[in-house]
C-alpha cells in the first residue's frame, strides 16, 4: 500500500509541471501580443489563477484516495501509514493556502488589476487610483452585505474566530454554489450538444451562415468605431496645431495635453496597417465634422480639454481596435471553416473511395487539387470516423449527466432518510470496488467522477459570453476579458470542489451521519472548511437542499429557454430567426459566397487580383466594407 501513497506523490508532482505547462499555454493560446509591462504582468496573474484552479480539482482525487485508504486501515506497516497521514497534511496545507489567497485574489487583486488593465491614464499612479476609484463602490457594499451577514450569523451562533472564519466562508460558498449550478446546469446540456453537433456537419454549415451574417454585422459596427475614434485624434491634434484648445484645469498645461495626445498617436494604428501575422486592414479615419481639411481647424470654435478625457479617449481607442481585429479574426475563421465544411459535404456525396479519387467542390477556395491517399484518410476521418467518435463520446455523456443530476437531486436523502441515493457515493464507497481498484484505482474514478464536473462547468465558463463581455477568441482576446476569466475560476473552483464533495458524501458532515461518527476521518479540503457547519443555514442546509434546482437550470438549458427570451425581445439567435431573405442565416450566406468568389479570383494564377501586392491582395473584406446583402 506503500507503493500507491508514493504514486499518489509522484503522480501529484508530474501533473503540477502539467498544469503549470498547460496554463502557460492557454494563456499564450488566448491572449493579445502585447508588449506592455502591465498586460505582461496581468497575464502572470491570469496564469497564476489558472493554475490554482486547476490544482484544488487535480488534489481532491489524491485526498479522496488517500483518505478512503486510511480510513479503510489498508496500510500494514506503521511507515506507510505515516506517509499516507504526511501526505494527508501536505495536501490541507496547500488547500488552506489556495483558499485564502484565491479569496484575496477575486476580491481584492483581480478587481484592482482589472480596473488598472482598462484605465487609459497617462502614469501609472494616475492608472492605480483610477482602479482603486472603480472598485470602491463595490468593495462599500460588499462591506455592507457581509457586515450585516456578520452581525446575522454572529448574534445566532456565537462571535468567536472559528464561527467568523465559518461566516466568511459560508459567504462567498453560498453564493458561489450558486453560479456553479447554473454553470453546471449549461454544461451538462451544452457539452453532450457540442459532442453531437459536431458530428452534424449540415447543422454546422447551417451555423456558420448564421454566425457569418452576425459577425458581419459586429465587423461593420467595430470598423465604424474605430475610424470614428481615429478620426477623433486626428481632429483634436488639428486644433491644438492650430491653438484651438485649452486645458481645462490651469495646473495642466496645452503642452502636457500635447504629450498625452502624442501617446495615443502612437498606439493608434496607421489606416490601411496591417502585420505579417493578422490579415487586417484598418480603415480611412473620419470625425463628425464635414470639414476635413487641415485649414478648417483655425476656423473651429475654442474648446477645452483635460488630461481625464484623453485617457478615457487612450483606453477607448484600445478597446475598439481589440475588437476590429478580434471580429477580422472571427470572419476569416468563419469563412475558413465554411469551405472546409462545404468541400466534405461534398467530397461524402460525390467521392468515389474505392479508387482513391476525390472530387472537391469547384465552388470552395480552400479545395484540394491534390488526390493523394493521405488525403482521403483525412477527409474520411473528418467525415465518417471523428463524427462516429463525437457521438459515442456524446452519448456517454447524456448517461453521465443524468447521473448527475439524480445525484444532486438526492443529496438531501442523507440527512433526511439516512440512506445514501448518490450513485457516485455508492460507486466510491463500495468495498469491493476498493478492495478491486486498490488506492491508484479509485483515485482514477474519483478522476472520472471530478473530471466530469469540472469538464462541464469549465465548458459553460469557456463558452460564456455575456453579450461578447466575456468572449474568448484565440490570440485577440484582451487582458480584461481573461481577468474576468480568472475571477470566475478563482471564485467558484471551490465551491464547484465542495459540491462534488458533498455529491460524494465526503463533507464532514456526511462522515458522521455514515457512521463514522464524530471521530471520523474527513478528507483535507472537507477539513479546511469544516467551519462551514457552524452556520447550519448558509453551511449546511444550503448546500444540501439547493443543488437539487440544477434539474430546473438543465430543463431551462435544454429548451434553450435563454435564447428564446431573447429572440421574444426581438433579437436575433440561432434556431429561432425566420426563414426569410432578412434573416442572418440567408445574409451569411450570401456574404460567404461572395468571399468564396473573390477568394476564388484571387488565387487564380489569370486574376489580375492574384498578381496585386501582397497589401493589395490581402484588402479582402477584412479590410473592404462588406457588401450589401441582395
Known sequence: MGAGVVWVSAGFAVEVILICVISAYAVRYYATRSTTLSSRSALVLVWTCWVMSMMVVALLPADLSNTLALRAGQFDAASDKLLAQSVRVSIGRAYAIIYWVSYAFSWVVIPVVTAYSVSGAFSAMSRFQ??????????????????????????????NFDTLRGILISFGNSFGLLVVMIALGSGLVGFPAALFGYANHERRLRYCEYAAGEIAERLENARAEVAAAMGQVITLRQLIVAGKIRSSKPSVSVERLSECLSVVERESPASGSSSDDEIVVFPQPFSDSEQSADTSA????????????????????SRKVIEFRKVSYLWRERCREYFELEELMQWKQYSALETGTVVAS?????????????????????????????RLVGTLTVFLSVLVVLSEGTLWSIRVLGMDLSVFSRLLHSRTLQGALGSTGIQTLSYAIVGYFSACFLFAVFRFSFFHMYELVPCHTEVYTL???ATMLVRYTFPLTYNVLTVLHETALDARLLGGGDKALITSFSDVL???????????????????VLAVFVLLSFFDVWNLVLAMCGMKRFGFESKGNESLEATGRHLLA???NREARRMSPRSQIGRASS???????FGARLPSPV
Open 298 to 317: 483655425f476656423n473651429a470654435p475654442e474648446r477645452t480639454l483635460s488630461e481625464d478625457e484623453l485617457a478615457e479617449l487612450r483606453g477607448d481607442l
Open 594 to 596: 461572395f468571399e468564396r
Open 530 to 548: 469544516k467551519n462551514l457547519e457552524l452556520v447550519p443555514l448558509f453551511g449546511v442546509g444550503f448546500n444540501m437542499y439547493f443543488p437539487s
Open 483 to 485: 481577468l474576468l476569466n
Open 615 to 621: 497589401v493589395g491582395a490581402r484588402s479582402s473584406a
Open 362 to 390: 469547384s465552388a470552395s477556395p480552400l479545395s484540394s487539387s491534390s488526390t493523394a491517399p493521405t488525403s482521403n484518410v483525412r477527409k474520411y476521418l473528418n467525415a465518417y470516423v471523428l463524427p462516429s467518435l463525437a
Open 130 to 159: 483610477s482602479a482603486l476609484r472603480a472598485n470602491l463602490r463595490i468593495w462599500v457594499l460588499s462591506g455592507v452585505l457581509l457586515l450585516g451577514f456578520l452581525v446575522y450569523a454572529g448574534t445566532a451562533y456565537g462571535f
